[in-house]
């Protein structure tokens, strides 16, 4: 099968390849061209996986399928962005039919959760296993959320459990029996789309946690100079976490695990209880204070210090 054959095939006939009103031109042509809505920023971001550096190379394709685009898609989310389209940049050794056919499922299934479309990319052949993803979507003028607008006396929230990506990666790995849930977590993150949206007109600063609740946050802390206070108490634990791992673990991962694509966020206390009535899963663990930098403090409110903040690539 040609690069021509394996595009046609495996992804412009794609169910991740439908057009949509804001896609004039799809896969097929030098361009895809898109029909933004009027008034409306273009929300752009670009994610590579690379195989056994973040996934395994020998994992089910189906599953990476879903996970790239959900990572990628995850950056929309917290930007306050609706889904267009994605590119998919693929850089294979072989032509493994069963594999991409897989791996186009897979893409599929979250593009339709995500109501985004496959309008284009790149295919060519590498030693390894390259997955680079674009993703576009759009958000009304000077509504997107940005790291940089979080005030003091905010209060610092996330859209749910944390630390569940972290408690799953020794499964993955193969270190630790599976356990459905906390992979299913770690396979198939949901990428908080409609809170995204719905903090546009709340949230003050908002990113998603790819490398870890601390780490994260001070992104926030540093762009928008205030300092962040998390209550070590108030991190949501999924049951699942705590099947798996004592205590301390989980505190661990909750502050300093990757992968759980949450959005973290800023929010002035008079917007609380509108928003967890619609997103009962939001919590508040922290809040914004005068000052700088990021701490954590335990029950008796002593502060605690971390060997790690979180996952950095070098
Ligand atoms: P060009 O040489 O003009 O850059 P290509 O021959 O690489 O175009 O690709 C042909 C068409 O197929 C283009 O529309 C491109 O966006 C699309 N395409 C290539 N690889 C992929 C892929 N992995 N997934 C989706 N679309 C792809
Ligand atoms: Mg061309």
Redesign the pocket.
């Given at each position: 099968m040609g690069e021509f054959e394996l595009?046609q095939h495996y992804?412009?006939q794609a169910p991740c390849a439908v057009a949509t009103n804001a896609i004039s031109l799809g896969?097929?042509?030098?361009c895809?061209l898109l029909i933004p809505s009027p008034l409306t920023e273009l929300a752009i971001s670009t994610d590579t996986l690379i195989a056994d550096v973040h996934f395994p190379a020998l994992g089910d394709p189906f599953l990476i399928g879903q996970r790239a685009l959900a990572v990628a898609v995850s950056d929309l989310a917290a930007m306050g962005a609706k889904s267009i389209g994605f590119?998919?940049?693929?850089t294979l050794s072989t032509v493994d039919e069963l594999w991409l056919k897989a791996f186009s499922e897979g893409l599929s299934l979250k593009a339709q959760q995500c109501s985004i479309s496959?309008i284009?990319?790149?295919?060519t052949k590498g030693p390894l296993t390259i997955i680079t993803i674009t993703v576009i979507g759009e958000v009304p003028y000077g509504k997107a959320l940005r790291r940089s607008g979080a005030n003091s006396g905010d209060l610092l929230c996330v859209s749910g459990y944390l630390g569940e990506g972290a408690g799953a990666l020794p499964m993955v790995l193969g270190e630790k029996l599976p356990e459905t849930i906390l992979l299913d977590r770690y396979w198939s993150p949901i990428p908080q789309l409609a809170l995204g949206v719905a903090l546009r007109d709340k949230a003050t600063a908002c990113l998603d946690v790819s490398d870890g609740l601390v780490a994260d946050c001070g992104h926030i802390a540093k762009a928008s100079n205030v300092a962040l206070v998390i209550d070590l108490t108030k991190l949501p634990c999924s049951p699942s976490l705590l099947a798996n791992y004592n205590e301390a673990l989980c505190r661990q991962f909750m502050l300093t695990g990757g992968d759980d694509y949450q959005l973290a966020f800023t929010l002035p206390s008079k917007y609380l209880s509108e928003l967890t009535q619609q997103f009962p899963n939001v919590q508040v663990i922290g809040r914004a204070e005068q000052g700088a930098g990021i701490s954590v403090l335990d029950e008796q409110g002593q502060l605690v210090t971390l060997a790690q903040t979180g996952y950095q690539h070098f």
């Open positions: 595009i992804f412009k896969i097929g042509d030098d895809a590119t998919l940049a693929l496959l284009g990319g790149d295919t």
